[in-house]
């Protein structure tokens, strides 16, 4: 059975660092592109970023360039968000998903994020 | 950078009723990399449709998917009480990837 868990989340203040993490178990994890989606409160879904399965290529939303980086372990099984200089838009649930070219098939429950003084 | 709106915002409708959701992309856009999720309130989305008109594996035949070009629905033929959630259209393309605003099916 495919699993994905999300931990990491809180509350940080603006301006501050948070570093998410994605167990993945039940699939071969190196031979899959991963993703981070996240919904801020009442609001729809934003892609955030994507990372290629051996980690040669990323991409990122423009709104998290430069603060944001996604980043994979094969080893652990393990996908990762680094998030830096955080702000109140950044406010959000994470979500973590395996992409494959049909869209995201599998989710986590996610992790809550709140930046706030 | 390509654009989905969805519409109606609201949708509101009562069970065993058809409901028709629709996704307008800001430009043409390769029907192979449309997909649809439904989520319900405090879940993760759940995968539905993909390639604009293919079920994913244990979606129920009452999802049906189609359209090309800049135009694309998703129809739900009789509306069960679990079917009554909020509707994403997504699309990938050159690295980018999209959702639209979604399409809230609420029970009239």
């Known amino acids: 059975e495919v699993q994905l868990v999300e931990s990491g989340g809180g509350l940080v203040q603006p301006g501050g660092s948070l570093r998410l993490s994605c167990a993945a178990s039940?699939?071969?994890?190196?031979?899959?592109?991963m993703s981070w989606v996240r919904q801020a409160p009442g609001k729809g879904l934003e892609w955030v970023a994507n990372i290629k399965h051996d980690g040669s290529e990323k991409y990122h939303v423009d709104s998290v360039k430069g603060r944001f980086t996604i980043s994979r372990d094969n080893a652990k099984n393990s996908l990762y968000l680094q998030m830096n200089s955080l702000r109140a838009e950044d406010t959000a649930v994470y979500y973590c998903?395996?992409?494959?070219?049909?869209?995201?098939?599998?989710w986590g429950q996610g992790t809550l994020v709140t930046v706030s003084s | 950078e390509i654009v989905l709106t969805q519409s109606p915002g609201t949708l509101s409708l009562s069970p065993g009723e058809r409901a028709t959701l629709s996704c307008r992309a800001s430009?043409?856009?390769?029907?192979?990399?449309l997909a649809w999720y439904q989520q319900r309130p405090g879940q993760a989305p759940r995968f539905l449709i993909y390639g604009a008109s293919s079920r994913a594996t244990g979606i129920p035949d009452r999802f049906s998917g189609s359209g090309s070009g800049t135009d694309f629905t998703l129809t739900i033929s009789r509306l069960e009480p679990e079917d009554f959630a909020v509707y994403y259209c997504q699309h990938y393309s050159s690295s980018q990837w999209t959702f639209g605003q979604g399409t809230k099916v609420e029970i009239k």
């Open positions: 998903a395996r992409w494959s070219s049909s869209g995201w098939y599998y």
């Open positions: 039940g699939f071969t994890f190196s031979s899959y592109w």
């Open positions: 430009q043409s856009i390769s029907s192979s990399y």
